[in-house]
């Protein structure tokens, strides 16, 4: 049973009693992400993820980890372009546990500049790693295709001279601005009692609330260009990048239905194209990115370099054929089934119920049930999809990024014959 409370400070706690379990998945939520950093900032949000782990005025970042493992739980984090999530999953008699330990995180961290310094090379690292894989950092290519300089386009792990110039008081600053009990949603999943959940909150959580910040920008505009990074590596990585729909919007499960049939499973049509008629493509999908007020979806696959320009047409050809002819009956009928037991299946985790409470709340300050996802899915008419792929598959809007052993004159000589 889902329960929803709004504190007087402007958090919002929910939750959802699942009582034939005997784990409680819990998360912290916050809306704080690369999406709301300045020029100066790139990256901080991110850091602020690491450094939450490293130590309070009362723990060590060792005796955090060893609490948790004491307890046999889980304990990680992740942010986002929008928000950063603090979690932790556990047997429902350790939710107090859990609920201390994470808010002692939260509120009394000390951001020791040894420690901070130490972070900044850990991120370092990952930085590299991210960019020795190549299908990972295609998707920031393309929304930076699509929307050019807008904060959205911005990578999640920053620009490592920014890191690296970043001082203990701009990040206790940037802290202080985001994480403010208005821009904080708790939620929990599992065997346990809301009453209960509040009054550790209340406990825990005393964050005073309106930081009166202006969160976000405007919404970005589609520049629709052609990025091309040549790099000596053995695949061509491709991704084309069409105009989605934001998290809100009323067609969103017109286009999950839409992204679906394209390149969403094995049975969709880029996959049987690309990869089972023809063997050109290992991995080859499309997906759907949803923010607050914008939206993208993707086609990615990664090929050789002979068959590159190949894979690159088909999937035009695709795109093509589907805006002029639509989609069947038989197609759209498949994908509803799919979509809804894709969704089925993913409530049986406490981990994925929390996050769909999480997220639903802190970008859309309310929650979407089970029940009406699938009543707006099973809505949708083959005529919605076509004019859904007629619109969004507009040849004229369409971004493209490409990274390997291909030029950049190779790529537009083949966009215009």
């Given at each position: 049973m889902y329960k929803r409370t709004g504190l007087d400070n402007g958090m919002v706690v929910v939750s959802e009693k699942l009582p034939h379990l005997r784990s409680v998945a819990l998360g912290i939520w916050v809306r704080s992400g690369s999406r709301f950093e300045g020029p100066d900032e790139k990256g901080i949000s991110?850091?602020?993820?690491?450094?939450?782990?490293?130590?309070?005025?009362?723990?060590?970042?060792?005796q955090i980890s060893e609490e948790m493992d004491s307890i046999g739980g889980q304990l990680n984090a992740f942010t986002s372009k929008e928000y950063s999530c603090y979690y932790a999953r556990v047997l429902d008699d350790h939710l107090p546990q859990a609920m201390e330990l994470l808010s002692d995180m939260l509120k009394n961290s000390t951001f020791a500049e040894e420690d901070i310094r130490r972070e900044v090379a850990v991120v370092g690292e990952e930085i590299r790693l991210y960019l020795d894989s190549p299908d990972d950092y295609i998707h920031d290519m393309?929304?930076?295709?699509?929307?050019?300089?807008?904060?959205?386009?911005?990578?999640?792990?920053?620009?490592?001279?920014?890191l690296e110039g970043?001082?203990?008081?701009?990040?206790?600053?940037?802290?202080?601005?985001?994480?403010?009990?208005?821009?904080?949603?708790?939620?929990?999943?599992?065997?346990?009692?809301?009453?209960?959940?509040?009054d550790l909150v209340e406990q825990h959580f005393g964050y005073e609330g309106?930081?009166?910040?202006?969160?976000?920008?405007?919404?970005?505009?589609?520049?629709a260009e052609v990025l091309v990074k040549e790099k000596d590596i053995e695949q061509v990585h491709i991704c084309v990048g069409a105009e989605g729909l934001p998290l809100n919007h009323e067609q969103i499960y017109v286009l999950h239905v839409?992204?679906?049939?394209?390149?969403?499973?094995?049975?969709?049509?880029?996959?049987?194209?690309?990869?089972?008629?023809?063997?050109?493509?290992?991995?080859?999908?499309?997906?759907?990115?949803?923010?607050?007020?914008?939206?993208?979806?993707?086609?990615?696959?990664?090929?050789?370099?002979?068959?590159?320009?190949?894979?690159?047409?088909?999937?035009?050809?695709?795109?093509?054929?589907?805006?002029?002819?639509?989609?069947?009956?038989?197609?759209?009928?498949?994908?509803?089934?799919?979509?809804?037991?894709?969704?089925?299946?993913?409530?049986?985790?406490?981990?994925?119920?929390?996050?769909?409470?999480?997220?639903?709340?802190?970008?859309?300050?309310?929650?979407?049930?089970?029940?009406?996802?699938?009543?707006?899915?099973?809505?949708?008419?083959?005529?919605?999809?076509?004019?859904?792929?007629?619109?969004?598959?507009?040849?004229?809007?369409?971004?493209?990024?490409?990274?390997?052993?291909?030029?950049?004159?190779?790529?537009?000589?083949?966009?215009?014959?």
């Open positions: 991110h850091l602020l993820e690491h450094l939450y782990f490293k130590g309070t005025e009362k723990r060590s970042a060792r393309v929304l930076r295709a699509t929307w050019g300089q807008h904060r959205l386009a911005d990578k999640v792990l920053g620009e490592w001279d920014v970043l001082q203990r008081d701009s990040i206790a600053a940037y802290r202080e601005q985001h994480y403010t009990a208005d821009d904080m949603v708790i939620a929990a999943a599992g065997n346990l009692e809301h009453s209960r959940l509040l309106d930081s009166g910040k202006a969160l976000g920008t405007e919404p970005p505009s589609v520049n839409l992204n679906t049939i394209l390149g969403g499973g094995t049975s969709s049509r880029l996959f049987q194209e690309i990869r089972e008629e023809r063997g050109l493509a290992y991995s080859v999908y499309s997906y759907s990115s949803a923010y607050s007020d914008a939206g993208l979806l993707g086609i990615y696959a990664g090929t050789g370099k002979d068959t590159a320009l190949d894979v690159l047409t088909l999937i035009y050809e695709e795109l093509a054929k589907i805006r002029a002819d639509g989609v069947s009956a038989t197609e759209v009928k498949r994908v509803k089934e799919q979509v809804k037991g894709s969704l089925m299946l993913s409530l049986e985790s406490t981990s994925n119920r929390m996050a769909r409470l999480g997220k639903s709340e802190v970008s859309l300050n309310r929650y979407r049930t089970p029940e009406e996802i699938i009543e707006k899915v099973e809505s949708v008419t083959e005529a919605e999809v076509a004019e859904m792929a007629a619109r969004i598959f507009d040849p004229g809007r369409l971004s493209l990024a490409v990274v390997g052993p291909i030029s950049d004159e190779e790529i537009r000589s083949s966009l215009n014959p």
